[in-house]
């Protein structure tokens, strides 16, 4: 089930906040958990049922890892530390390899059939939608339990916490101690007008983002990348697919916010202006910001952070990155796209201990062109068509001819849509200063009728491929 489909927005979203509330009213509280578990599972259900029980089984497994870990700590019988050790690494080995079966598996069978001659039949296993995403949800989970951060008794509660909705396909990736101690407060399943407001708002500017901007970008980039052979034709195509992933991940991020806050809950930041970066590692603390944060906790740190020496810092960013890229797809693109800003991070590091930094306009610059390049790998089909583009990128395919009538309404779209990326406040900002007035009411309400004209070309959220 999508977010931008009639059947979300009309059917599905409607009755769950019914019940959810309806529930409160008579403080039904566990009732309350329970239906909107339940409705998660739904919504999960609605693109493939089987992967219910995928999903449903990762749950119990990394429940019980998390409940045998946090016993372990606080028993008067404590276990040796090798032992809570070693299920902390099963724990976290056990969601890998669910992860590695189902996204990498095919990947390895290529490289190893091409290196070595082999035949072997490939897998051919769809990927379960938001495996990526709850995955490291719950690896985040086990590795807390193990360090103490973490507590919980309730397999319904842990339930909720890992399906909940409207983070459950393409995040933001997080934390147990972020979300569950807002479920158990009584006020989170009361009427808030205040919320709903706020909600609704996210919500339309979300959709608008993504059926409006994202999807009228994606014909102009998807052309692009499968035809474009000269300097302009390539720089719109590149140009467009920047701004169609911005669109397309703010909108869902937006969106995500918006109906997370109509039940009373808060889910963290995870999108914050990245194109307004100066630096690669300023774009890194803006462009999924939980992610981010997932990789400096969870690898980079643990590697040794920045604790050891420049050496020993520079591969810690290089193996984190190339992770990074990994977790995004199974293909050399993502590998040369995670490797690429690994680079980046080490020269910015480099920079930064011996030379002053740059000025903000020409740090912005560099940095914009480098994230314009990238991309290309990271939405490239295989290394040709990314070696191809690179290529009429740099004009050693010639020019190509300025101004026909095609490259006009990508030009134009372009030049309305850039100003407002760079200049215009997000909407985690707006949220922030939102007043609930007439004219919000108004402005929100215009933007989810246009975006009713467009839903007739529904399609996924492009983080849904991850």
Same mark, same amino acid.
């Given at each position: ?5 009639? /059947? ?69 019988? /404590? ?39 082999? !035949? ?84 339309? *500017? ?53 109906? !997370? ?49 420049? *050496? ?17 797809? !199974? ?111 108004? !402005?929100?309400? *215009? ?20």
């Amino acid at each position: 089930m999508l977010f931008n489909s009639y /059947t979300f927005l009309y059917g599905f979203l409607p009755i769950v906040l019914a019940g959810y509330f309806l529930l409160g009213r008579f403080r039904l509280i566990f009732a309350a958990r329970v239906w909107l578990t339940a409705a998660s599972l739904v919504f999960y259900g609605w693109w493939d049922v089987r992967y219910v029980l995928l999903i449903s089984g990762s749950i119990v497994f990394n429940y019980a890892a998390g409940l045998l870990l946090q016993r372990s700590a606080v028993s008067d019988t /404590t276990p040796r530390p090798y032992y809570r050790k070693g299920l902390m690494i099963a724990g976290v080995a056990g969601n890998l390899l669910l992860l590695g079966w189902y996204k990498y598996a095919d990947f390895l069978l290529e490289n190893v059939n091409a290196l070595t001659g082999s !035949a072997v039949p490939l897998l051919s296993l769809a990927l379960p939608l938001g495996i990526s995403f709850y995955t490291f949800t719950q690896i985040a989970y086990v590795v807390d339990s193990y360090y103490g951060r973490v507590r919980e008794s309730s397999l319904i509660n842990y339930t909720l916490f890992v399906t909940f909705f409207p983070q459950l396909v393409a995040g933001p990736i997080l934390h147990h101690k972020e979300m569950m101690p807002q479920f158990r407060q009584l006020r989170s399943y009361k009427w808030n007008w205040g919320h709903i407001a706020g909600g609704c708002y996210m919500l339309c *500017i979300g959709l608008f983002k993504k059926v409006v901007i994202a999807d009228t970008l994606a014909g102009y980039a998807n052309d692009g990348f499968a035809n474009a052979v000269h300097a302009v034709d390539s720089w719109i195509a590149v140009l467009t697919y920047t701004l169609q992933l911005y669109f397309d991940f703010s909108g869902y991020t937006d969106m995500a916010i918006g109906i !997370a806050l109509l039940f009373n809950i808060r889910l963290p930041q995870n999108f914050n202006s990245p194109y307004k970066a100066v630096s690669i590692q300023d774009f890194w603390r803006r462009w999924h910001m939980t992610l981010s944060r997932f990789l400096r906790d969870y690898i980079y740190i643990p590697l040794g952070g920045n604790r050891k020496g420049s *050496i020993i810092t520079m591969r810690n960013l290089m193996i984190t990155f190339l992770l990074g890229g990994i977790w995004h797809g !199974a293909g050399w693109t993502f590998i040369i796209w995670g490797l690429l800003h690994g680079i980046a991070l080490v020269v910015h590091r480099l920079w930064s201990m011996k030379v002053r930094p740059l000025p903000a306009l020409c740090g912005w610059l560099l940095t914009f062109l480098f994230i314009n390049l990238t991309w290309v790998f990271f939405r490239a089909e295989d290394l040709s068509e990314a070696f191809r583009l690179l290529k009429g990128l740099t004009g050693l395919n010639g020019i190509g001819n300025i101004g026909l009538i095609q490259d006009l309404p990508p030009i134009l779209l372009l030049a309305i849509l850039m100003p407002i990326v760079l200049l215009a406040p997000n909407s985690a900002e707006r949220l922030e200063s939102l007043r609930p007035s007439w004219r919000a009411g108004a !402005a929100a309400a *215009i933007l989810f009728t246009i975006a009713m004209l467009f839903l007739n070309r529904i399609t996924p959220f492009l983080y849904f491929n991850f």
